[in-house]
């Protein structure tokens, strides 16, 4: 049984505009934990801090705030890390190196962290034949390098496997198959996985826990059912009732375009007041405090629990 706990995690960057400097905060102080045989998803619309979150988880960015364990090892020891943290990316066009056959992909890392086994092995788990290993990137298809992907992510046989929008890019038709393979993966391997999507019905489906992303802030967690068939948080209301794009149901009105654009200067009180339709007077002088029976982060559901 392996967790990862990653506690007060934050990733703030310094903008520059000329003279001015600005705190974007990225990522900002979320705690979460995933374990093994279970998928977690995190949902939240463009720029809202998802990537960030599974790049420091991956050791690929270094958080300005917040320690990440993986059971008792902090991230510091970073080559027992990255052994047992492994990322699928996005894109499988960008993620494997043309000049590289798909058999040196996957023999690599099973070399560097001195783990018996071979790629015809590993194209197996991924229903690859055997014959791939000679191949180059080139000469596969999108879904079968999200496989080849998904093959060298496994190599190192890790513990957490952190699938970052993994067939956003995909045909339709061939994206169930690999989420499908993802979860079979995760049950044979005992993985813990990290599912970041836009897509709440896919969340649904293969997630157990679902977390809700709105600027950088966990604005909602629970099971994935009870989230989303009941959402607590305005924001995961619109989420819910407009998948995959709240703001595609209410295109048109003008005021949802420019609240959207005028959400970013609001610093104080609750982030998400300038599109809620439901924001009052103590959204702006309250800041919400994440939390309650129902794991939400907004002062009406505080207000009205506490009633
Ligand atoms: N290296 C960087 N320097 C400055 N800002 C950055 C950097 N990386 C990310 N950001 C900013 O941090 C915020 C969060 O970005 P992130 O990529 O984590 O979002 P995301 O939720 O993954 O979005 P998407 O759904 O589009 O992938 C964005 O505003 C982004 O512009
Ligand atoms: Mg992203």
Redesign the pocket.
């Known amino acids: 049984m392996t967790t990862m706990t990653v506690r007060h995690l934050s990733k703030h ?1 310094i ?1 520059k505009e000329g003279r001015r400097k600005q705190v ?1 905060k ?1 990522v900002d102080d979320v705690s979460f934990t995933l374990a093994s045989g279970r998928t977690t998803a995190l949902v ?9 979150i599974a790049r420091m988880l991956a050791g690929l960015a270094r958080p300005t705030s917040g320690e990440i364990q993986l059971d008792d090892l902090p991230i510091k020891t970073s080559r027992i890390y990255r052994r047992y943290v492994q990322m699928v990316f996005q894109d499988p066009y960008g993620s494997l190196n043309p000049a590289h056959t798909v058999g040196y992909h996957l023999r690599r890392p099973l070399q560097i962290h001195k783990i018996a086994g071979t790629a015809e092995e590993l194209l197996e788990r991924v229903c690859l034949p055997a014959s791939f290993a000679g191949r180059y990137p080139h000469e596969l298809s999108g879904g079968q390098r999200q496989r080849v992907a998904i093959a060298r992510a496994l190599a190192p046989r890790p513990k957490v496997l952190l699938a970052d ?1 993994p067939v956003s890019m995909l045909d339709v038709s061939i994206r169930l198959e690999i989420l499908n393979l993802i979860d079979r993966l995760k049950r044979e391997e005992d993985l813990a996985v990290l599912y970041v999507t ?1 897509d709440l019905a896919t969340a649904r489906h293969f997630a157990h826990d679902l977390m809700v ?1 709105y600027r950088g802030q966990i604005v909602e967690s629970g099971s994935a059912d009870e989230v989303i068939l009941s959402p607590a948080h305005p924001y995961t209301r619109l989420l819910a009732d407009a998948a995959p794009d709240p703001w595609a149901v209410h295109a048109g009105t003008r005021r949802d375009v420019a609240t959207r654009r005028d959400g970013a200067d609001v610093t104080s009180g609750c982030l998400f007041r300038p599109r809620c339709p439901h924001a009052g007077a103590a959204c702006e002088h309250e800041v919400p405090v994440f939390g309650g029976q129902r794991r939400v982060r907004c002062v009406l559901h505080e207000h009205a629990s506490a009633t």
């Open positions: 960057f903008l974007l990225a939240g619309e463009s720029g809202s801090g998802k990537s960030s929008e836009h992303m």
